[in-house]
């Protein structure tokens, strides 16, 4: 069999791709395969759900992020709904790993990966380059967070709330009053596992069918939750706001009232701190 080509990297973008900085969280839901498989199915085709002990995990997964250009710098935020899947014709060659195990890197193949079924993004920049460069299904959001921060009061609490919005006549993205979902998550007092668990493998499927894989590394582990344990009870909620599109219709699909299995975090650290300013005289 001859080597395949590489994707071609489309104009005007290069890869990779580098983050300046990066605040993410994820939920993880285990769920009913059933409804996950044919949703798979219908966006990828090559791919299978990954089983855990007879479940299948669906992981939403919200991502603030800074990266600098040769013009200046852009801000984006972003939400992934995403199943955890591998290339069927890889089956032989995926490891017997529990959730808990995946969700903190053990499946070093990383043919488990995330098959992304819905992702909203409030740079019309980075829509662009998602679709072109890793077959996203990337379309307009907007988004209201409020999160752990170095320059706020201490706290381990995370709450993304996300709004429709559309891409205007002259490029940019228009948030709309409706909200579509929001997800809560409340960590204190939890005590996190450190994560080895990149490099994250993105699939994506092309227009022509073809299945491409993506990885994304970061460079600092990650922080992951059990919320399955009882100090964790009630911790992190989902919440579908319009159940009418497609959006809202696959997260009730796929998730209902299913509780969260697991979160996981990432906050880049700073790089620099301006101090208080004291007096001379």
Known sequence: MSPLPLPPVAAPYQLP????????IGLDYLVDPGPVREVLAEHHPALTAADFAGRALVSLNYQLYFAQYP???GITQEIEVNIVAYPTEAAARLPQISYPQYAQGHDQTKLLGIARIHVLCDNPLAIDAGRLLYAEPKYPGSFRAEMPSLNGPSAGTWNIHCHAAELTADGSVQQRDDELFSLAADLNALLPAT?????????GTEPDGRTLAGPMNVYQPYHWYDLTVP???DRARLTVHDETGALGQDLTRLIGNTAPAGAWTFQSPPVAAHNRPY???
């Open 71 to 73: 013009s200046g710098g």
């Open 17 to 24: 791709f580098h983050y300046g900085a990066l605040h993410n």
């Open 195 to 203: 994560a080895n668990n990149t490099p994250i493998t993105g699939y």
């Open 231 to 233: 100090a964790a009870s």
């Open 279 to 281: 007096y001379l005289a």
